[in-house]
């Protein structure tokens, strides 16, 4: 038996609620009647913050991490080594992997990884662009700091071939992440001693 609603907007407003991922219809639900509890300027405030997110949120024009400007705050900071490239999945792995504070490189983010099933190919990823990085001289080092998944490793491995041609270390975090593992749920410790403990990609696979 559907819901029956007191009020087309609150309705509207459980459906809108509950698109999100991890949202069901009664959580929805109590985040509705909570906003109505609150006065407007808390709602307006909300709504807003939602909105200047999706209109004016920009990317990184090197590494393709979430900024406000043309050059995110760590592409943008001459205390970072820009000779070192770690590359991510998507900007959580970013912001997990400050946390650590063991890390002192720039970011690549991909916006992916390589998954068939998903449709998601190595054209729909920011390969290209990293290889350009890789090219240009300044990177002497490219970090490869993917979900130790079966979809991780083929971009690993995939980014080694595209890179095979230049003059740079490439790297691998060491499995103190289990394989099998996503990035962003690894603890500050073990994903930061992975980074520190990196191992030459080189050495880890058959060729």
């Known amino acids: 038996m559907s819901e029956r609603y007191p009020s087309a907007l609150l309705e509207n407003a459980v459906n809108e609620l509950s698109s999100l991922p991890g949202v069901g219809r009664k959580t929805a639900l109590r985040l509705a009647l909570y906003m109505l509890r609150r006065d407007v300027g808390y709602t307006e405030n909300f709504a807003a913050a939602l909105i200047a997110l999706r209109r004016d949120v920009k990317y990184c024009k090197l590494c393709h991490n979430i900024c406000d400007d043309e050059l995110c705050s760590i592409c ?24 650590t504070g063991q890390f002192h490189g720039v970011y690549h983010v991909l916006g992916g990884i390589i998954s068939p099933m998903d449709g998601t190919g190595p054209g729909d990823l920011e390969i290209d662009s990293l290889v350009e990085r890789a090219a240009g001289g300044e990177v002497k080092e490219i970090i490869l700091a993917l979900s130790t998944t079966m979809e991780g490793d083929t971009t690993n491995f ?14 691998i975090i060491a499995r103190g992440v289990s394989i099998g593992d996503e990035i962003e749920y690894a603890d500050e410790i073990t994903l930061g001693r992975s980074i520190v403990n990196r191992t030459n990609f080189k050495d880890s696979i058959k060729i």
């Open 76 to 99: 943008a900071n001459p205390q970072r080594d820009h000779s070192i490239v770690c590359v991510v999945e998507n900007i959580k792995e970013v912001m997990a992997i400050e946390n």
């Open 158 to 171: 995939f980014i080694y071939r595209k890179l095979s041609a230049y003059e740079v270390k490439i790297s």
